[in-house]
């Protein structure tokens, strides 16, 4: 077969092929227009949810980190002339914080974002003495998808459940987070907190099997350990337990506060944060 028969055959099977494209879509022209629409209509929805998306976690960041603003915001100095946005006592602060808090959560409940305002005013809740709103909203963010958040939650929600003589609930949580430990709380933290609370029922002897078994997994725990066993002196290992909790928190409300705010982090005011774990 010669060059030029070959390329004639070649002609006839493209116009064959493309008479009987035409003829197919000729036939079935309705459903061809209706799957273009419905092509374009979903890349519309999917193009516009995602500008929606940013939109909404742009809103949402700017006011997290406006009411992060208010929690950190250091306090009036005793004597000091009233000043806007400076507020003279810690339960001020904590609540219009709170009240920040509970706005976010409320707007944004399904962005992450929304998930750190339940923390957060869940926390400022246990400030303010209000535990059945607290637990609501700690409960709440120990949802997060978020690990680091959900341990945080966990870790605030154990302490209010011993407050509240819920000490059962209380080892529950820290035993969630041994077995599940994050950058924000690790495992050595929680059976530290765990180790207090058997403390603070007069389990000594439980209490030291969980210092002896952190000690052996966590070097820098077990110094921590051999600080804190002065059962002897309680008055001093509680004011250790205390200063350790509050050096806990800063470092976690940092950590949260710099995805809002890179390269800008304000000093806090510890004080008023002693049970924000």
């Avoid at 995602?50 to 700017?62: G, H, L, P, T, V």
């Avoid at 389990?203 to 099997?209: E, P, V």
Wanted: aromatic letters at 8%; glycine letters at 8%; hydrophobic letters at 40%.
């Amino acid at each position: 077969m010669d060059t030029q028969t070959r390329h004639a055959l070649k002609k006839d099977k493209f116009a064959q092929a493309a008479a009987s494209s035409a003829s197919w879509i000729g036939e079935h022209q309705t459903g061809v227009l209706r799957w273009a629409i419905t092509a374009g209509v979903v890349v519309v929805l999917v193009v516009g949810g995602c500008i929606f998306w940013a939109m909404r976690s742009s809103a949402a960041n700017a006011a997290l980190g406006a009411a992060l603003d208010v929690y950190t915001t250091p306090l009036a100095y005793p004597g000091a002339p009233p000043e806007p946005g400076v507020y003279s006592t810690a339960a001020d602060r904590a609540k219009e914080a709170n009240r920040e808090f509970v706005a976010i959560a409320h707007d944004f409940g399904w962005l992450p974002e929304g998930a750190k305002a339940h923390y957060f005013a869940g926390v400022t809740y246990v400030e303010l003495g209000q535990n059945g709103a607290a637990e609501t909203e700690l409960t709440a963010a120990t949802h997060a998808w978020d690990r680091n958040l959900s341990n945080l939650a966990k870790v605030a929600l154990a302490g209010l459940y011993h407050q509240t003589s819920r000490d059962d609930e209380a080892i529950h949580l820290y035993n969630e987070i041994v077995a599940k430990p994050s950058e924000t709380v690790s495992a050595p933290v929680a059976q530290l907190d765990l180790a207090d609370l058997y403390v603070a029922e007069g389990k000594t002897d439980q209490a030291r099997a969980l210092w002896a078994k952190i000690k052996d997994a966590d070097k820098e725990a077990g110094r921590k350990v051999r600080s804190w066993r002065g059962l002897c002196r309680p008055e001093q290992a509680r004011a250790a337990s205390v200063r350790s909790r509050l050096e806990q928190f800063s470092r976690r409300l940092r950590l949260v506060r710099d995805e809002h705010q890179p390269g800008h982090i304000r000093r806090m005011d510890g004080d008023s944060h002693e049970r924000g774990e």
